[in-house]
């Protein structure tokens, strides 16, 4: 079996990044307990696909910029790819790779029929105009044409990007073929073919994984205090789902940095001051502490819903939550995980955690495909019933075969996508 370093030198190559190396080490430690041969290891270990394009805008003074751009596909063997779109400073190919290949390992996990990807532009969305972000958009579509389709790959929001930017990416397609496309992309408006309860799914689903967690460690849920890294689209709304369930929010933060109640904190009026003054800056009824203070308060769960590579190995000895949940994709490093585990505080890991997104993604997109819509009850409740399933056989796995939660969600989903490999074989 090939070692990280052999496999890094080999296949890691232009994405070679501290973010897909950690992609690529949690892939070669789940390796030994997966029904892999070396083969499969070899397809698995680079994507499939890279695009890298340069996609020029007029800004609004006049001028045009460049802004470097990516789409990489990880695997097309359970059908088409899957996964979202970032804007962000730091966007780069490897970044990109390591994400996408989260997202194969999430959709087989899951039993979604997808594979992964991933793609960003680098820029920063906040120093952009809004007519300036819907031309940065529609050119990167086009930019993207015969690489993206409904049958190919699939976007949908992720780092600062919305049902807008979904709603533009959707008509630029269509405008392209002549017809309305709405399953193109998901994560769209419900005017265009979006589904209900997409926009909460992913901090609805953190919430639902947490519950089946504590269900398992006999915990009630509603006596829970919870710290939550990251305000936004994930974070945001796994803090009011787990207020709505009893449990207790302490903390909160947003770029800002975060505030901090022992007692718990109001979020309607921590939401309202977000309202009127865009950040936490000032909010008057919370104590102040920074980002990293935030992730050492006392408290029983911490929910991860930032950004990638939040516990390391410098902060994790001093982490002192009961239990921790990674609603970003890759918060912990390879070095924190261990710690974490050495001392025994469980991860639900992210490729679990965070996968409401994606999996009401599929259920727009079979929507669209179908033309026919569900109800918002309805779609809860699918979403409960493939989040419980996988959780309950990440869980025996885990205890089956003495290994982390993030070891057997891998383990599981690498699987599932290594059978399908195995019977379809290489072509020709
Ligand atoms: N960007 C989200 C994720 O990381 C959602 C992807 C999707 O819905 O396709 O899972």
């Known amino acids: 079996m090939a070692s990280i370093e052999e496999l890094s030198a080999e296949q890691a190559l232009e994405w070679d990044t501290p973010l897909f190396r950690q992609a690529l080490t949690q892939f070669e430690q789940a390796i030994p307990y997966a029904d892999v041969n070396e083969s499969i290891v070899a397809r698995l270990g680079s994507p499939e696909r890279a695009v890298m394009v340069a996609v020029p805008i007029r800004r609004d003074a006049g001028l045009v910029d460049v802004f470097p751009a990516y789409r990489v596909q990880h695997s097309s063997v359970l059908g088409p790819t899957k996964g979202g779109i970032r804007y962000d400073p730091h966007v780069t190919l490897g970044e990109c790779a390591a994400l996408a290949v989260w997202m194969t390992w999430k959709c087989a996990l899951l039993r979604l029929p997808y594979g992964g990807a991933k793609g960003g532009i680098r820029c920063n969305p906040r120093e952009l105009s809004l007519a300036e972000l819907q031309r940065l958009t529609r050119r990167y579509t086009s930019e993207l044409r015969g690489v993206i389709g409904p049958q190919e790959d699939i976007p949908a929001p992720?780092?600062?990007?919305?049902?807008?930017?979904?709603?533009?990416?959707?008509?630029?397609?269509?405008?392209?073929?002549?017809?309305?496309?709405?399953?193109?992309?998901?994560?769209?408006?419900?005017?265009?073919?979006g589904s209900l309860f997409r926009s909460e799914a992913t901090g609805a689903g953190v919430v639902m994984v947490v519950e089946r967690a504590c269900e398992r460690l006999g915990w009630r849920l509603d006596e829970q205090r919870c710290v939550v890294q990251g305000f936004g689209n994930v974070g945001g709304v796994a803090a009011q789902e787990l207020v709505e369930k009893g449990a207790s929010v302490l903390a909160v933060s947003d770029i800002s940095g975060a505030v901090y109640s022992e007692r718990g904190l109001d979020l309607a009026s921590v939401r309202e001051w977000i309202a009127d003054h865009g950040t936490l800056e000032g909010y008057p009824e919370a104590e102040h502490v920074t980002n990293a203070e935030l992730l050492e308060v006392p408290c029983d769960i911490l929910v991860l819903a930032a950004l990638e590579g939040q516990l390391t190995g410098e902060n994790a000895p001093r982490i002192s939550a009961r239990l921790i949940a990674e609603g970003a994709n890759g918060p912990t490093t390879i070095e924190a995980d261990a710690i974490l585990g050495e001392r025994g505080i469980p991860i639900?890991?992210?490729?679990?955690?965070?996968?409401?997104?994606?999996?009401?993604?599929?259920?727009?997109?079979?929507?669209?495909?179908?033309?026919?819509?569900?109800?918002?009850?309805?779609?809860?409740?699918?979403?409960?019933?493939?989040?419980?399933?996988?959780?309950?056989?990440?869980?025996h796995l885990a205890a089956k075969k003495e290994i982390s939660l993030r070891q057997a969600a891998l383990i599981a989903g690498i699987n599932e996508v290594a059978a399908a490999l195995k019977a379809r074989g290489i072509y020709p």
């Open 158 to 193: 992720d780092m600062a990007t919305n049902e807008q930017t979904m709603a533009w990416i959707m008509d630029t397609y269509s405008m392209q073929v002549g017809y309305a496309v709405p399953e193109i992309v998901t994560g769209k408006p419900v005017a265009l073919g």
């Open 348 to 395: 639900l890991p992210d490729v679990l955690t965070n996968a409401g997104g994606v999996t009401v993604s599929y259920f727009e997109w079979v929507q669209d495909l179908g033309r026919l819509f569900w109800t918002r009850n309805e779609i809860r409740a699918r979403l409960a019933d493939k989040l419980n399933d996988a959780f309950d056989r990440v869980w």
